[in-house]
């Protein structure tokens, strides 16, 4: 495969760090040392779906392609309001497409999951150009009152649109049951034969652990497919990393050896926005006019599960 557009959206209403002193036990300079960030978009009034289908519509525009040509849909996605049907169908139905449309929950490395899910159905002869979208709204899942974990997150959508080409250099997934380390538990409606205690929790998070992970296997990820490629850590223009927290990149541009010239970020602007995070950064330096044809790119997440997707791709725009 190869990208052929990219697009993105965020909510409105922009939360920086002097807002959240206002009501939380924290500071500005506490979140700006410990993540990097100082603003994130929020959802307020506007609903997942339609920030989805912005993105979807940006990354077709960009694409030079129409709905009509898109013949799978595949969304990450982790929450939002409908539990049935999958947001990849009401995104369908919003962009006046006619295809198969799935949903894909590999939390924040979602979107590296589902490119590489779209590549694998362009090599099978079975879709030509495809529809990747990344909807998160993780600012829902987390408890307002709890300083250590709300201050970290943002929302938003990001969306690629790709097609038969050789771009994919090299694709690596990851999986290890790790669940005690990060999760989000809701419970379902009451049938009157349930008797198993179920109770519905914020998300928690190990921060500790999570960093520590992330870190190892991130920068395991990108090792490994560079030795594959047969490429060094300096051959890559650009790692669009997920934008998780400014000291994990600062930590696997250190492991890479490698200085920050070649990780751009927006955790700044943006917190974390889950698996949407990869293709908003990829989406900005699109636009940005950043990215030049027969760059190579590293993409690389991780998230709950743990899961974690990489991959290197040539820009061919
Ligand atoms: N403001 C002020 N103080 C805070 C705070 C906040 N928002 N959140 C936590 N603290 C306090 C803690 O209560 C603790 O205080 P104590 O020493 O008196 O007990 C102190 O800061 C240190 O907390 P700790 O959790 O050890 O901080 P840390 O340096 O590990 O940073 C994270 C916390 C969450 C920023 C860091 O662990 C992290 O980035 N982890 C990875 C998270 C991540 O990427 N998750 C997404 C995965 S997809």
Not at 300 to 311: K, L, N, Q, V
């Amino acid at each position: 495969m190869k990208i052929i557009g990219t697009g993105r959206a965020n909510p409105a209403k922009i939360v920086t760090n002097a807002m959240l002193e206002e009501f939380l036990d924290t500071s500005d300079e506490w979140i700006r040392e410990r993540t990097g960030m100082t603003e994130r978009h929020v959802i307020s009034s506007e609903k997942l779906e339609d920030l989805a289908t912005e993105a979807a519509l940006k990354a077709i525009e960009n694409a030079g392609v129409t709905p009509a040509d898109i013949d799978y849909i595949i969304c990450s996605n982790v929450v939002n309001e409908y539990i049935t049907p999958g947001l990849s169908c009401i995104i369908q139905g919003a962009i006046g497409a006619k295809c198969a449309c799935v949903d894909v929950n590999a939390a924040c490395s979602g979107f590296i999951y589902a490119l590489d899910m779209a590549d694998d159905r362009i090599k099978s002869g079975k879709a030509k150009t495809i529809l990747v979208v990344a909807a998160e709204e993780p600012t829902r899942m987390v408890d307002w009152k709890d300083r250590s974990i709300c201050v970290l997150f943002g929302d938003g959508a990001g969306a690629a649109v790709v097609t038969e080409g050789d771009a994919l250099i090299g694709s690596r997934l990851t999986t290890v049951s790790k669940t005690e380390c990060l999760h989000y538990v809701r419970t379902l409606e009451p049938t009157p034969y349930i008797t198993k205690e179920e109770e519905a929790k914020p998300m928690y998070m190990n921060g500790r652990e999570v960093f520590k992970t992330a870190v190892l296997s991130s920068s395991r990820d990108i090792r490994t497919l560079l030795d594959e490629a047969g490429l060094q850590p300096a051959d890559i223009k650009y790692y669009i990393l997920h934008q998780a927290n400014m000291r994990i990149i600062e930590a696997i541009c250190g492991q890479l050896k490698l200085d920050m010239s070649h990780f751009p970020t927006n955790v700044a602007h943006y917190g974390n926005t889950s698996s949407a995070s990869v293709a908003i950064l990829l989406d900005e330096l699109n636009r940005d006019g950043k990215l030049q044809k027969g760059d190579k790119l590293v993409l690389s997440a991780f998230g709950a599960g743990f899961t974690t997707g990489a991959c290197i791709i040539e820009w061919t725009k």
